[in-house]
């Protein structure tokens, strides 16, 4: 990520920060998730969708989208992983997940859903303060401690707009 695009983030966050003391507990629903399978340029895809959110009432808290790219390395056919690779990449996605997600009761960042397409698997949270999250996977990314290649891009959106056909998804 350039300079110039982490430079507005903490303007953002600091503009646009919820996160200030004394604020109230807000209840996170409990992850419940929609599969569907699909496909896109003639290629499968599967997406797994947290339908728990759609009635969330605290979408502003989590104002900002993260988005990780991961790259898998064994696919079977169109593009899709094999299975052991599924497995691995699922795996090291859950260890994110909880370093992402943070505190148990008041955490960071909620998943919203899970994209397998055409070689990749995409991982999208909402996240409260960006600048952690930044961090945490800019580290790995710095430090090339990561099993497969990958990126990520946080974007402000306070009303979920950009995620918005994620809570179309029916389970």
Not at 21 to 50: H, L, R, Y
Not at 93 to 113: C, H, M, Y
């Given at each position: 990520?350039?300079?110039?695009?982490?430079?507005?983030?903490?303007?953002?966050?600091?503009?646009?920060?919820?996160?200030?003391?004394?604020?109230?507990?807000?209840?996170?629903?409990?992850?419940?998730?929609?599969?569907?399978?699909?496909?896109?340029?003639?290629?499968?895809?599967?997406?797994?969708?947290?339908?728990?959110l759609r009635k969330f009432k605290h979408k502003k808290l989590y104002g900002w989208t993260c988005s990780?790219?991961?790259?898998?390395?064994?696919?079977?056919?169109?593009?899709?992983?094999?299975?052991?690779?599924?497995?691995?990449?699922?795996?090291?996605?859950?260890?994110?997940?909880?370093?992402?997600?943070?505190?148990?009761?008041?955490?960071?960042?909620?998943?919203?859903?899970?994209?397998?397409?055409?070689?990749?698997?995409?991982?999208?949270?909402?996240?409260?303060?960006?600048?952690?999250?930044?961090?945490?996977?800019?580290?790995?990314?710095?430090?090339?401690?990561?099993?497969?290649?990958?990126?990520?891009?946080?974007?402000?959106?306070?009303?979920?707009?950009?995620?918005?056909?994620?809570?179309?998804?029916?389970?």
């Open positions: 990520m350039n300079k110039p695009i982490l430079i507005a983030m903490g303007l953002l966050t600091s503009l646009f920060s919820f996160a200030e003391k004394g604020e109230k507990s807000v209840k996170i629903p409990e992850e419940q998730f929609a599969v569907v399978e699909s496909s896109a340029d003639d290629k499968p895809a599967i997406i797994v969708v947290n339908t728990s990780l790219v991961i790259t898998y390395k064994d696919k079977a056919m169109n593009g899709m992983p094999t299975t052991d690779e599924s497995n691995f990449v699922y795996d090291y996605i859950e260890k994110l997940d909880k370093v992402i997600k943070g505190g148990s009761t008041q955490p960071n960042a909620v998943f919203l859903a899970r994209i397998t397409w055409n070689g990749t698997c995409e991982v999208i949270w909402q996240v409260k303060d960006p600048k952690i999250v930044h961090e945490y996977l800019g580290g790995i990314i710095n430090s090339k401690t990561y099993p497969r290649e990958l990126d990520y891009r946080i974007e402000f959106d306070k009303k979920w707009k950009k995620v918005s056909l994620y809570n179309k998804i029916k389970p």
